[in-house]
């Protein structure tokens, strides 16, 4: 069976790894996820992009909201409210439950890494889910309204401070998790999922280990865009790339992997100069799930042309 390691943000990098778990010619996955949106909250340990791959893998995701689960009760917020507690960042009731046992099983000194596998097995997913680090990486933003960290940015501020510069801080002393190097090493095609390259790639490349492991790989690898009709299809992608000075076109995407990556996919309609990497195309907008296999399927032919 031929191994796929995806790296991966949130939603737009979830769309593809479901694609990739429904193809009919099955493939073995290990999603490789960030953790610098990762933050405490409440006394709990919050893992935003783990949970987005988790809920969407075992099909437990509210698609129309973008984050937490399908059919959920707010009790426990309504609550919070009531006593004056911050309601800025929503926890559904049975959100919490994953919140309150990951917290209490970090406090006791397990790993995020064996917390989110054994989450992962209890939902019967395939994929194997690996969180980047178990070390603590938090992005920080410089903004117009002074340093955020990025849920302050991206949930409370809902991304309206203008970013001058992105900060991985503890990037450069975090150990990549259990199983990230060997799942690149012994991948025949590495994907990086259309997620936001600088806020969601970015901080899983620049984890030394797992930078140096790209480097050592003889795998093939391809990016797909997360531009679609030269627009990113939802976040802060697009405005954030105007406001670092960087054009919002696929060039701009493929010049930020250029030393990474053998190949890119872009959306049928949206031009590409071409240039030393393998350009592929497909619809790469993916609402059903047909159009998540087709833009795996895609990504994976690309590789093996
Ligand atoms: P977050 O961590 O949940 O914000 O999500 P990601 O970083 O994984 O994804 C955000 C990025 O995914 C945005 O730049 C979107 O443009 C991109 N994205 C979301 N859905 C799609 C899609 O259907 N197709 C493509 N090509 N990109 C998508």
Redesign the pocket.
């Known amino acids: 069976m031929k191994r796929v390691a995806v790296l991966?943000?949130?939603?737009?990098?979830?769309?593809l790894v479901l694609g990739l778990q429904h193809m009919a010619q099955p493939v073995e996955i290990s999603a490789i996820v960030?953790t610098a949106?990762d933050f405490r909250h409440l006394g709990l340990h919050v893992s935003?992009?783990i949970d987005?791959l988790l809920y969407t893998l075992s099909g437990k995701a509210n698609r129309a909201q973008?984050?937490g689960r399908e059919g959920e009760s707010w009790a426990f917020l309504a609550a919070l409210r009531e006593l004056g507690g911050e309601d800025w960042f929503a926890l559904g009731d049975s959100d919490l439950a994953l919140h309150v046992l990951r917290s209490a099983r970090l406090g006791s000194g397990e790993a995020l890494s064996t917390i989110t596998g054994d989450f992962a097995a209890k939902w019967r997913i395939t994929a194997k889910v690996l969180p980047m680090t178990d070390d603590r990486v938090a992005t920080w933003l410089d903004t117009d309204v002074g340093p955020l960290e990025f849920q302050r940015y991206?949930v409370e501020q809902r991304c309206a401070p203008k970013v001058s510069r992105i900060e991985f801080r503890g990037a450069d002393s975090a150990r990549a998790a259990p199983g990230v190097v060997e799942a690149i090493l012994g991948a025949d095609v590495v994907l990086i999922?259309?997620?936001?390259p600088y806020?969601?790639v970015d901080p899983i490349l620049v984890v030394p280990g797992i930078g140096k492991a790209l480097r050592a790989s003889a795998a093939r690898v391809i990016a797909?865009?997360?531009?679609?009709g030269g627009k990113?299809?939802?976040?802060p992608?697009a405005k954030l790339m105007g406001e670092l000075g960087i054009a919002v076109d696929n060039d701009a995407i493929a010049a930020h992997y250029a030393r990474l990556i053998d190949g890119l996919l872009v959306?049928n309609g949206d031009p590409v100069t071409p240039g030393k990497i393998a350009i592929g195309r497909t619809d790469?907008?993916?609402?059903t799930i047909e159009?998540r296999v087709r833009?795996a399927e895609a990504a994976l032919a690309l590789a093996s042309e």
Not at 8 to 15: H, I, L, Y
Not at 193 to 196: D, H, I, K, V, Y
Not at 224 to 228: G, K, R, Y
């Open positions: 991966t943000g949130g939603v737009g990098g979830a769309k960030n949106d935003p992009d987005t973008g984050w991206f999922a259309p997620s936001n806020l969601s797909v865009s997360p531009l679609v990113a299809v939802k976040g992608t959306d790469t907008l993916m609402t159009d833009v």
